[in-house]
């Protein structure tokens, strides 16, 4: 099983939309999760940090389930501007100078 | 604040030649980090470094070496192309780890297109 899975879409939904990318994780003893966004051709940047609470920015809403280890990103009112790679990012337990990338998922918002 | 900055953006080497990839950051950052990105895959990391003088591997560092003799700069070098080393480079630096046990936000550069023919 891999560290950190992601369907990589794409997902291909029309402007207003509401969707939702799980990523899964193998680790148990995994801290730290994030959501990072990924233009073509660009760097990643980080979107949102994901807490034990869940965490909501805006149209944007993180939770976390450890129980089934795996986090979510919920985009509500999907705007073009939102199409990008998500990548699911968590740390190395034993350790916080490591984390791993998942595949990523690949959002397209249709006009 | 520039931020993460890499040099060159896009180079073409043939196999068997050697050079380095540049990456320098004005954040004061101890963590810095190699990472490559090939078509539809995650990041893998590369090298990283937890300060000046100090480096470790990280999962994919054959082929590579680094050097960390300041904090700014963490250049990759290396040293005989081969075309499996075709990908995109990011650097990226953080923060440590922050007293409430959390994970600081990576800072990624704009990546290093590489083709090695």
């Known amino acids: 099983r891999k560290e950190v899975e992601q369907d990589p879409g794409p997902f291909n939904v029309p402007e207003g939309a509401t969707v939702a990318f799980n990523c899964t994780y193998s680790?148990?003893?995994?801290?730290?999760f994030f959501w990072y966004r990924q233009d073509c051709r660009k760097e990643p940047k980080l979107l949102m940090s994901?807490?034990?609470s869940g965490n909501e920015d805006g149209r944007f809403t993180a939770q976390l389930n450890r129980a089934s280890q795996y986090i979510s990103l919920l985009i509500r009112d999907s705007k073009l501007s939102d199409s990008a790679t998500y990548l699911c990012?968590?740390?190395?337990?034993?350790?916080?100078?490591?984390?791993?990338f998942g595949t990523g998922t690949k959002l397209q918002v249709i006009p | 604040n520039a931020g993460v900055t890499q040099t060159p953006k896009f180079r073409i080497l043939k196999i068997g030649q050697s050079m380095t990839l540049q990456c320098t950051q004005d954040?004061?950052?101890?963590?810095m980090y190699w990472y490559r990105q090939d078509p539809g895959m995650g990041l893998k990391l590369i090298y990283y470094?937890?300060?000046?003088?100090?480096?470790d591997k990280g999962e994919v560092p054959n082929g590579y070496n680094v050097s960390r003799s300041t904090t700014e700069d963490f250049p990759l070098r290396l040293e005989l192309a081969a075309p499996s080393q075709t990908s995109v480079y990011f650097c990226?630096?953080?923060?440590?780890?922050?007293?409430?046990?959390?994970?600081?936000?990576?800072?990624f550069g704009p990546g290093t297109r590489l083709l090695v023919l």
């Open positions: 954040m004061n950052h101890n963590y």
């Open positions: 990012v968590v740390n190395k337990a034993g350790g916080y100078q490591k984390v791993t």
């Open positions: 994901v807490y034990s």
């Open positions: 470094s937890v300060g000046a003088g100090i480096t």
């Open positions: 990226a630096s953080r923060d440590p780890p922050s007293g409430r046990g959390g994970w600081e936000t990576q800072y």
């Open positions: 680790n148990s003893a995994s801290q730290s």
